[in-house]
Nanobody
């Protein structure tokens, strides 16, 4: 089994920054993808950023140029640096790990963007 734990959410003013962290532990052999998703009230969960095993990154159009995903592969940790935050970025952010062919999710961390 794999445990996924996010941290770093909170309240930030528009234009501010936050850094989310996600640590995966347990029976981990091959992590193919480490992803960040988010879900705002009344909306579907959406993929925000992804980093593959070879380090390739992808971003949702809405966050390109503002968010950066990175990882510490040795420690199975992934980060999401979020800059220039907008009210529409407010959501619960979920870490998603694809270990070989199995999906594991964290419990989510709340990001609130408000003045």
């Amino acid at each position: 089994q794999v445990e996924v734990v996010e941290s770093g959410g909170g309240l930030v003013q528009p234009g501010g920054s936050l850094r989310l962290s996600c640590a995966a532990s347990g029976s981990i052999f091959i992590v193919n993808y480490m992803n960040w998703h988010r879900q705002a009230p009344g909306k579907e969960r959406e993929l925000v950023a992804s980093i593959s095993r070879d380090g390739t990154t992808q971003y949702a159009d809405s966050v390109k140029g503002r968010f950066t995903i990175s990882r510490d592969a040795a420690n199975n940790t992934v980060y999401l640096q979020m800059n220039s935050l907008k009210p529409e970025d407010a959501a619960v952010y979920y870490c998603h790990i694809i270990e070989r062919l199995t999906y594991f999710w964290g419990q989510g961390t709340q990001v609130t963007v408000s003045s």
